[in-house]
């Protein structure tokens, strides 16, 4: 039995790494999904039979736990898909703390303590800061940054007590008030680590959390001595480190930003833009597109909210067949998580070959008739590159304002994420086509069905 346990381990690793390599793909990422779920199918029921325990507890909470994971995929609405990744997080970052204070033994070795203190910390700041995160996705508390005088000395205390209870633990494990207070000053440093972030910088958050996440489930492997939930934990939290890497290259913030919760986040500073605002109807956007042969169109979080992804697939096919060359631009942290304006795409059946990252649209940008911004704000603010005392400055963006004419889909004048005024909206080359993003289309598409 104990070979075939561990042959299925093995069978479930290297279902993980090839469903992980096929996530790298949009095109792929659906068939990556199914194969990570059967490689954790395969080591749970591998897992379980390993233990040979009465499965009756197992069983209902596998019933309902499912029950409400499958509601969970098919009632959410994609608007909301951020706030529901940012929950799964954080239940992954709670049970890790669950099984890490549930593996403490009378005989338990300091490497099994130490690794115990790693799952109970990890996962309890995973827990918190997910909750917190969620929070702010869902606008159920301010998506501002949270700040107050003297936080950096109050969270380096934080860290202190933790260090000293992690070690008080360690040292006298059989006094269950350290592992209390582990537990403890581990969530509320989850708290304190998330609050200070602002809403633009979600997705980075989301990212982070998400490995955080696996680093807590490969601490807690090692905590019960399982090696799937080692290798899994850490593929998880290898995955998320390097997508955050790749999140904070594109929001041009380091790591060690992201890790110490710095982020920049406190720079409220900003500049009044001053200007005119031109805008447009429905009817002359269209006349303008007609005579277009090469449109870029930059989505945002605002599509998603307007529900306007199907809609806009319809537009990019009337233009195409108008004999324009349509393309889309997406930013690295476009909506609010990781991937979020990709999967919306995917699901209106957008090409992924007219999908174009960042650095691939840029510099096709001048060459663009007209570039349709929808619901995006701080990805194509220009400030970014010009006002250095905003808050954005340094961070690089779809330079949409290099195309001859500029239309932005925004419902009204209010500023994004960010919170902070975009230069765009005054350029001479740009037009604001007020209103729903998904009627403002749809009127469009009328237009060029004659």
């Not at 949009?26 to 954790?40: C, E, F, H, Q, Y």
């Not at 592992?179 to 708290?191: D, N, Q, T």
């Not at 930013?331 to 007219?354: I, K, S």
Request: glycine share 10%; hydrophobic share 50%.
């Amino acid at each position: 039995m104990d070979n075939f346990i561990q042959f299925a381990y093995v069978a479930a690793a290297i279902l993980f790494i090839f469903g992980l390599k096929q996530l790298g793909s949009p095109a792929t990422a659906r068939r990556g999904n199914l194969i990570s779920s059967l490689g954790m199918l395969v080591a749970v029921v591998a897992a379980l039979l390993s233990q040979g325990i009465d499965y009756t507890w197992i069983l209902i909470g596998v019933a309902i736990g499912g029950s409400i994971g499958a509601a969970a995929a098919r009632l959410v609405q994609m608007t909301s898909m951020p706030e529901m990744v940012a929950l799964f997080n954080g239940f992954g970052g709670m049970a890790s703390l669950l099984v890490g204070a549930a593996a403490l033994a009378p005989d338990s070795d300091t490497f099994t303590l130490v690794t115990i203190v790693l799952s109970i910390l990890i996962g309890g700041l995973t827990f918190t800061g997910s909750l917190v995160a969620y929070g702010k996705l869902s606008e159920k508390i301010s998506s501002a940054p949270l700040l107050f005088s003297a936080q950096q000395l109050v969270n380096g205390a934080i860290v202190a007590s933790i260090l000293g209870s992690a070690v008080m633990f360690c040292m006298n494990p059989d006094n269950s008030m350290w592992l209390l207070l582990v537990i403890g000053l581990s969530l509320v440093f989850g708290v304190m680590a998330v609050i200070p972030i602002g809403g633009a910088d979600m997705p980075v958050v989301i990212s982070l959390l998400n490995s955080y996440s696996g680093l807590a489930a490969c601490a807690a492997g090692f905590a019960v001595d399982n090696n799937i939930l080692i290798v899994a934990g850490s593929l998880v939290g290898s995955a998320g480190i390097i997508l955050t890497q790749i999140m904070c290259k594109a929001m041009n913030r380091s790591l060690s930003n992201v890790l110490f919760s710095g982020f920049g986040s406190g720079k409220t500073e900003t500049t009044k833009v001053e200007g005119e605002i031109k805008p447009i109807s429905v009817e002359d956007a269209f006349y303008v597109l007609e005579a277009a042969s090469n449109v870029a169109i930059v989505p945002g979080y605002g599509m998603a909210v307007a529900q306007a992804q199907h809609v806009v697939k319809e537009l990019t096919e009337m233009m195409e067949k108008n004999g324009a060359e349509v393309s889309f631009g997406i930013h690295p942290v476009a909506g609010r998580m990781p991937g979020h304006m990709n999967v919306l795409l995917a699901e209106a059946d957008v090409p992924y070959d007219q999908l174009l990252e960042m650095d691939e649209i840029n510099p096709r940008m001048e060459t663009v008739d007209v570039a349709i911004v929808i619901g995006a704000n701080d990805v194509v603010n220009p400030a970014a590159r010009e006002i250095e005392s905003s808050p954005i400055y340094g961070m690089p963006v779809i330079n949409v304002d290099s195309a001859r004419t500029v239309f932005v889909l925004k419902r009204s004048m209010a500023s994004g994420f960010a919170g902070i005024e975009n230069p765009l909206f005054y350029k001479e080359n740009t037009r604001m086509l007020f209103g729903d993003a998904k009627e403002s289309i749809g009127g469009l598409v009328r237009e060029f069905s004659g």
